[in-house]
């Protein structure tokens, strides 16, 4: 839970779209084929002689790029590089590029317009990216290495991720099974009205046993996690159970249609008669809308200062009488023993109270109903191949996808990354991870921390007392990279998941048995203080984020690799890709949520009154930037995408300046060849190319109601326009959209 709170990259596959996940894994899968049949063995001559043929053409273009580069190099008295990575990136970055674009008008299709043409969306899939495709790489890897006959590892939880992704895989025993284990679990808890009679007199039992060792989240969220206020303790939080109201939040009447069908067709495969269960239905969605109409949207949410409320249980109750909330609470954290002076964080305090009210007013089998409703939700995922294509049809109105192809094998990586990510992510980094990342990365970290700090002397609208607080935040930032080191000692990873019981059988039984294993270790963390180490991205994932709590930075191993870093490319790639992720995730300690932590990490004014005023007047410039922007006639959504647009400016401003220090040390390196484009450019289409992506306009509706992060066109553009170094480089003249005349800065 407490999502908001971490302040990530990318936009993250939440689970709330299940099997959004098809592509065509063919590219990648390839060398990863068990039993192979050997390259040359199968080739036809005509293959042959088409090889030879290709041989040649290659050749030809490496003297034509020697001969170009020998002659810009006499024009220019500059260096071009010929290595092979420079010969490869460049040609990957000119097919790329829409060279009839004006850079200066739009700089999106200038970086992206031949990517966007080359890149129509696979199948099955709602949007696509640079960072799907690396996504993908990483996925088809773990697949060699689960698959692996001579699988022989020494550490139980690796094994446990194996038979994990086996039972996902085995779906022979999922197909015999149906809808039986959901019906069976459904019964246990004491039924529901749309397939039996049920038992009317336990509120409390269903809420406590659905959201404890299930953990589902019907009307609120419950977690443990660092008290904001005190950064080195754990404390319960609770919160309101959507973050995202996608379903109910201004749908179209075309998703809500969907939804319902959705909604009567599970109930008809767990065993409801078509009638009845329809008109139940019904009553669930209405009551979901009754919930989302008293949800606070993300927009109004973002000062924690305002949200934050620490109360006791007792004076939970007070508030929100409708749930026995220590009762509930003691379940949940059971065994703890817990009584009503135990301190609760409140993020949702007037929720909380309006849905006391709204479970006060609502009769109880709609309750109950509701209750098994989200755990149907929760679950439905591990079941057989029928309800997987209601999912299916449910996806195309949400969020435009046509079909779903994704092969078995990635939803299961995916699955097992989800439950047993820092097994599988010891697997993934024996395999890839070289150990010198880690010094670079750290080394480019500091890089750019001093071209942040530097910048901070220049700012004009800063008083001298928070300038120099903010520079001792800046040094303060704890920063991880790669992995955690226990994953790497069998027997601390096997800690990890001691008492989580998997089995190569029944994937379902493995699901339910993480869900329990899940509240065991959130219960366990309360009277615990917070563990830095802590992770909540594992190794493979190819995103990253900053914690407030913590005052850190994360870089997962999957980020750390080309487009956005390689040791063989130029540093003009390098600093734009993912030097420019760490000055965004950096830049998160000072946006508008990160900035009310201080450097310890606890949420308190640190600032001078002067400096708040000052850097709210400059953040409004960004509000009112980007909702002008337009997607398909729809705004962006200027207030709930601010964290992240202050992330992107600053970061894309450190790492330009990092980069600037590292020639003037270095010298100016050679330029890449063919691409005609001097090393400060390439630095800008560089960053730009990271966010190249295509989307269905359904996806592009949902991704600007629900994602705290811009679209990426306006990642770019919004970003370059705000910047005077790219107009100098690329000549806009003032007037022009990537120029206009009137610029936002905040760090
Ligand atoms: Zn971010």
């Given amino acids: 839970m407490s999502n908001y709170k971490r302040a990530t990259l990318e936009e993250e596959d939440v689970s709330e779209v299940p099997g959004d996940t098809a592509s065509s894994p063919d590219r990648v899968e390839v060398g990863f084929r068990k039993g192979g049949i050997d390259v040359l063995g199968r080739r036809t001559r005509l293959e042959v002689l088409l090889l030879v043929l290709l041989l040649v053409t ?55 317009g031949g990517w966007m043409r080359k890149n129509p969306l696979p199948d099955g899939r709602s949007h696509w990216s640079t960072f799907n495709s690396i996504g993908e790489q990483n996925q088809a890897l773990l697949k060699h290495l689960l698959e692996n006959g001579t699988f022989n590892s020494s550490s139980e939880a690796e094994k446990k991720a194996q038979f994990y992704y086996l ?29 039996d009679p049920w038992d009317k007199d336990n509120f409390m039992e269903v809420l406590k046993v659905v959201s404890g060792p299930y953990r589902a989240q019907p009307f609120f969220s419950v977690g443990v996690s660092a008290d904001p206020k005190n950064s080195n303790s754990n404390i319960i939080q609770v919160n309101q159970s959507f973050e995202e109201p996608q379903i109910c939040r201004g749908p179209t009447p075309k998703v809500l249609v969907a939804y319902l069908d959705y909604m009567v067709e599970l109930g008809t495969l767990l065993g409801g008669e078509k009638g009845s269960t329809h008109l139940q239905m019904q009553q669930i969605l209405d009551f979901e809308k009754a919930l989302a109409n008293i949800t606070v949207p993300q927009d109004q949410r973002r000062d924690e200062e305002k949200i934050y409320h620490k109360v006791s249980v007792a004076e939970l109750q007070l508030l929100a009488p409708a749930v026995d909330w220590l009762e509930y609470l003691s379940s949940s954290l059971s065994p ?151 994953i790497l000692d069998p027997k601390e990873l096997d800690d990890v998941y001691d008492g989580y019981e998997v089995s190569d059988e029944s994937f379902f039984q493995n699901m339910l048995n993480f869900y329990n294993f899940s509240s065991r270790v959130m219960a366990d963390q309360l009277r615990k203080p917070p563990n830095k180490d802590q992770w909540s991205m594992t190794p493979p994932t190819v995103n990253a984020y900053y914690m407030p709590t913590k005052n850190g930075i994360v870089f997962p191993a999957g980020i ?71 997607v398909n006639t729809e705004h962006v959504n200027g207030k709930q995408t601010l964290g992240e647009n202050i992330a992107d400016n600053g970061g894309l401003k450190a790492a330009y300046h990092a980069y600037q220090s590292w020639v003037w040390k270095n010298g100016e390196e050679k330029r890449l060849p063919a691409i005609n484009l001097t090393n400060d450019q390439l630095f800008f289409v560089g960053f730009a190319q990271v966010w190249c992506s295509v989307r269905t306009p359904e996806s592009a509706h949902e991704g600007l109601v629900t994602d705290a992060h811009s679209p990426p066109r306006y990642r770019v553009i919004g970003t370059l326009a705000n910047f005077p170094e790219f107009s100098q480089h690329f000549h806009c003249p003032v007037g022009t959209p990537m120029n206009t005349g009137k610029r936002c800065e905040v760090w």
């Fill in 58 to 112: 290659l050749l030809a273009l490496l003297a034509c790029l020697l001969v170009l580069g020998l002659r810009f190099h006499s024009e220019s008295g500059r260096g071009i590089c010929l290595s092979e990575a420079c010969i490869t990136v460049a040609s990957q970055m000119v097919e790329a590029m829409d060279r009839s674009a004006d850079p200066c008008h739009d700089f999106y299709q200038f970086a992206c």
């Fill in 560 to 630: 750390l690799q080309a487009p956005f870093y390689a040791h063989d490319h130029p540093k003009a790639l390098n600093f734009g890709g993912i030097g420019v992720v760490m000055g965004h995730e950096l830049t998160h300690a000072f946006d508008d949520q990160g900035r009310e932590y201080d450097k310890e990490g606890n949420l308190r004014p640190w600032w001078q009154n002067s400096s708040v005023e000052a850097f709210r007047e400059r953040t409004e410039c960004m509000v009112d930037q980007y909702s002008q922007y337009l």
């Fill in 336 to 486: 703890l023993d817990l009584n009503d002076t135990e301190p609760v964080v409140l993020y949702a305090r007037e929720y909380l109270q309006q849905v006391s009210d709204l479970i006060n007013k609502t009769d109880r089998s709609l309750l109950n109903n509701y209750m098994i409703w989200t755990l149907v939700q929760k679950t439905v995922a591990s079941l057989d191949q029928r309800f997987e294509n209601a999912q299916d049809k449910l996806l195309e109105s949400l969020i435009g996808t046509k079909k779903s192809c994704t092969p078995r094998w990635q939803t299961c990586i995916e699955n097992t990354d989800d439950t047993l990510g820092f097994a599988l992510g010891a697997l993934f980094v024996k395999a890839t991870f070289d150990k010198k990342s880690k010094d670079i990365a750290e080394e480019m970290i500091d890089e750019i921390r001093s071209a942040f700090k530097e910048a901070l002397d220049r700012l004009g609208w800063m008083d001298g007392t928070t300038r120099q607080a903010a520079k001792e935040k800046a040094d303060a930032i704890y920063d991880m990279i790669g992995f955690p080191e226990f």
């Fill in 167 to 195: 039972s996902c895989l085995n779906t022979q025993k999922i197909e015999e099974l149906g809808a039986k284990p959901l019906t069976e679990l459904i019964a246990k808890i004491g039924g529901w009205s749309i397939t």
